[in-house]
T-cell receptor
Framework: DAGVIQSPRHEVTEMGQEVTLRCKPI?????LFWYRQTMMRGLELLIY????????DSGMPEDRFSAKMPNASFSTLKIQPSEPRDSAVYFC?????????????FGDGTRLSIL | DAKTTQPPSMDCAEGRAANLPCNHS???????VYWYRQIHSQGPQYIIH???NNETNEMASLIITEDRKSSTLILPHATLRDTAVYYC???????????FGKGTTLSVSS
């Protein structure tokens, strides 16, 4: 079975540019999560969706960050304008909603470098 | 949300069992305990989870104490490829948010 698919795997861009990260969750999963990992802050939750609807975006650092989920098989995380401090590894995860205790499954991440 | 406490690092000889402890003394009755690991900078990999009973799968075993205040992840025959950071996590009551702490860095050596 295909896992969570993220693209691109690596992104290097200059400060001020728009960055779009993409995620395809596991088919049939109702929840989708975006995380960010840095050396300083570790792994932190940015936002999550349930049935394509954003439920909690309290982890989104500021208005430069936005996330969408136009359908059950696709989500984007956009940074505009990007800044060097946004450099991190961004992970997407998904889980099934049915059944208690369902685990989240993570993608391989996008390593983002803002110069 | 329950907090978890893990030792920062552990060593294990290849072929031996690795026993990773976790304290979650404030866990509530319906909260699951999840274990993940992260190798290098790959995405966190789900290992196992449990509520009250001990659990076993192809990767590991999870032993949860009767009072549910602590648990132990057991890798029965550790290999070099098991070297990773291991996270013990108790999500929020909705089971949605995973709060990652610093985890335990397990080093398996030959």
């Amino acid at each position: 079975d295909a896992g969570v698919i993220q693209s691109p795997r690596h992104e290097v861009t200059e400060m001020g540019q728009e960055v779009t990260l993409r995620c395809k969750p596991i088919s049939g999963h109702d929840y989708l999560f975006w995380y960010r990992q840095t050396m300083m802050r570790g792994l932190e939750l940015l936002i999550y969706f349930n049935n394509n609807v954003p439920i909690d975006d309290s982890g989104m650092p500021e208005d430069r960050f936005s996330a969408k989920m136009p359908n059950a098989s696709f989500s984007t995380l956009k940074i505009q304008p990007s800044e060097p401090r946004d450099s991190a590894v961004y992970f997407c995860a998904s889980r099934a909603g049915r059944g208690s205790g369902q685990p989240q499954h993570f993608g391989d991440g996008t390593r983002l470098s803002i110069l | 949300d329950a907090k978890t406490t893990q030792p920062p690092s552990m060593d294990c000889a290849e072929g031996r069992a690795a026993n990773l402890p976790c304290n979650h003394s404030t866990i509530s009755g319906n909260e699951y305990v999840y274990w993940y690991r992260q190798i290098h900078s790959q995405g966190p990999q789900y290992i196992i989870h449990g509520l009250k009973n001990n659990e076993t799968n192809e990767m590991a075993s999870l032993i949860i104490t009767e009072d549910r205040k602590s648990s132990t992840l057991i890798l029965p025959h550790a290999t070099l490829r098991d070297t990773a950071v291991y996270y013990c996590i108790v999500p929020n009551q909705a089971g949605t948010a995973l709060i990652f702490g610093k985890g335990t860095t397990l080093s398996v050596s030959s």
